[in-house]
């Protein structure tokens, strides 16, 4: 019986997922380190340090504490420039009715977001207080793909993991959400996504039976 679903939020309820993309590809054009989509599929779901240390290993780049600190702190202006406007109008289509479904059959909706930035950009999407949990990820030791920001979403909610659901469109994700022992969604495209337990192209696509049911896991 599924208790709860625990969402991440960069890809699956909006499209910050590009606006990362764009504010890594901005300090990387700065700095001339070479970056495009294919590098950034390796991001999806990491977090600001984790990002960091990818790209500058793909370039073969060391850099010191204190650039890399700065290096950070230049991304995150950029993408704080690229969400200053976010409104309800940027969630993605069926995002908010997918939350409010949840929430009409009575189960518990999580949020477990790598980002710093989540709490204002659901504020910003105006959906806040629908959660009955955010994990702030500055509260997590360990960053996806390691469990432990779906079992500190778990705990919170309540919910013991093996009842719990996790949405998620990166790998890291997945990976994070199959080894916290949760049922695995995965809202992208099939081949990124192989270890989840149902793919789904986007939100708009998820029902309450995909999120419920486990014999809809096998992947047609
Ligand atoms: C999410 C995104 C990542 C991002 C991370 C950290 O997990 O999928 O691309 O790097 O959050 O975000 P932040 O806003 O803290 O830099
Ligand atoms: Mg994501």
Same mark, same amino acid.
């Given at each position: 019986q599924v208790e709860a679903v625990i969402f991440d939020l960069d890809g699956v309820l909006t499209d910050t997922a590009? #606006?990362?993309f764009q504010a890594w590809k901005r300090l990387c054009d700065e700095l001339d380190l070479p970056f495009d989509r294919k590098l950034n599929q390796q991001l999806k779901g990491v977090d600001r340090a984790g990002s960091l240390a990818i790209i500058l290993a793909a370039a073969g780049v060391e850099a010191s504490t204190d650039e890399r600190a700065a290096m950070m702190a230049r991304k995150n202006e950029f993408y704080?420039? #690229?969400i200053a406007h976010y409104s309800p109008d940027d969630l993605f289509p069926g995002a908010r009715?997918?939350?409010l479904?949840?929430?009409a059959a009575g189960l518990?909706?999580?949020l477990a977001s790598a980002s710093r930035n989540a709490r204002d950009v659901v504020r910003a999407l105006g959906i806040e207080t629908l959660f009955d949990s955010i994990t702030n990820a500055a509260e997590v030791t360990n960053g996806k793909p390691d469990p432990e920001i779906f079992l500190t979403?778990?705990?919170?909610?309540?919910?013991?993991?093996?009842r719990c659901v996790g949405v998620e469109d990166a790998s890291a994700g997945i990976a994070a959400?199959?080894?916290a022992g949760m049922r695995a969604i995965g809202i992208g495209a099939k081949d990124e996504l192989s270890t989840a337990d149902r793919v789904v192209p986007d939100i708009a696509s998820l029902n309450l039976d995909l999120l419920v049911d486990p014999t809809t896991n096998e992947i047609p």
């Amino acid at each position: 019986q599924v208790e709860a679903v625990i969402f991440d939020l960069d890809g699956v309820l909006t499209d910050t997922a590009e #606006a990362h993309f764009q504010a890594w590809k901005r300090l990387c054009d700065e700095l001339d380190l070479p970056f495009d989509r294919k590098l950034n599929q390796q991001l999806k779901g990491v977090d600001r340090a984790g990002s960091l240390a990818i790209i500058l290993a793909a370039a073969g780049v060391e850099a010191s504490t204190d650039e890399r600190a700065a290096m950070m702190a230049r991304k995150n202006e950029f993408y704080r420039d #690229a969400i200053a406007h976010y409104s309800p109008d940027d969630l993605f289509p069926g995002a908010r009715e997918c939350l409010l479904s949840c929430l009409a059959a009575g189960l518990r909706i999580g949020l477990a977001s790598a980002s710093r930035n989540a709490r204002d950009v659901v504020r910003a999407l105006g959906i806040e207080t629908l959660f009955d949990s955010i994990t702030n990820a500055a509260e997590v030791t360990n960053g996806k793909p390691d469990p432990e920001i779906f079992l500190t979403t778990a705990r919170a909610l309540g919910c013991d993991p093996t009842r719990c659901v996790g949405v998620e469109d990166a790998s890291a994700g997945i990976a994070a959400i199959k080894g916290a022992g949760m049922r695995a969604i995965g809202i992208g495209a099939k081949d990124e996504l192989s270890t989840a337990d149902r793919v789904v192209p986007d939100i708009a696509s998820l029902n309450l039976d995909l999120l419920v049911d486990p014999t809809t896991n096998e992947i047609p």
